[in-house]
């Protein structure tokens, strides 16, 4: 297995392909002329203008000025008012709750029903507050979530290995 060469050689196997210094073309096959290739087509900047133009014009109709729009003068107003209006409910809370110089998730089950307190957090949302069935809901919720918290039993069993396999509808 081997390969077979040629033991042949011929002069103009050594030529260079490029032109040489003298300006003669090597690269032409025996004696005959190079091909000239015709040269790249000029390019119209008329119509390359004409393009950026039309690009500028479309992006111009695309965009929403907003400048002119005093956006800052009023979400400060609004985020002042907001403020204002739930320091203002805290407050109220804060003294119906006989509680309330309680720090963290020590929070007496069933202390969260005070009728002032309900009251007060109806009127807390821009939109009239909760009703009575929503918050009833919601102290109910806080409640589970109370107990489950408290049964919580850990203890140590090892590694932990967690499979991670999405299905179709998940990562569509």
């Known amino acids: 297995m081997g390969s077979c060469c040629s033991k042949q050689s011929h002069d103009s196997e050594r030529e260079p392909l490029l032109p040489g210094a003298d300006g003669s073309n090597h690269g032409a096959v025996g004696n005959q002329p190079s091909i000239p290739y015709p040269p790249a087509p000029a390019i119209d900047y008329h119509k390359e203008q004409e393009f950026w133009n039309t690009v500028v014009e479309r992006t111009e109709q695309q965009l929403i000025d907003i400048s002119s729009a005093q956006t800052d003068l009023l979400q400060n107003q609004d985020a002042q008012e907001r403020s204002e209006k ?55 919720a806080m409640d589970d979530i109370q107990d489950a918290v408290a049964n919580i039993n850990v203890r ?15 990562i569509a």
């Open 86 to 140: 739930y320091q203002d409910i805290i407050s109220q809370i804060q003294n119906d709750i006989p509680w309330s110089n309680v720090v963290g998730p020590n929070i007496p089950k069933g202390q969260l029903s005070s009728s002032a307190a309900c009251d007060s957090l109806l009127n807390a949302a821009p939109n009239g507050g909760l009703g009575e069935e929503q918050m009833n809901w919601l102290y109910q």
């Open 156 to 170: 140590p069993v090892g590694e932990i290995v967690v499979n991670l396999n999405f299905s179709d509808n998940a």
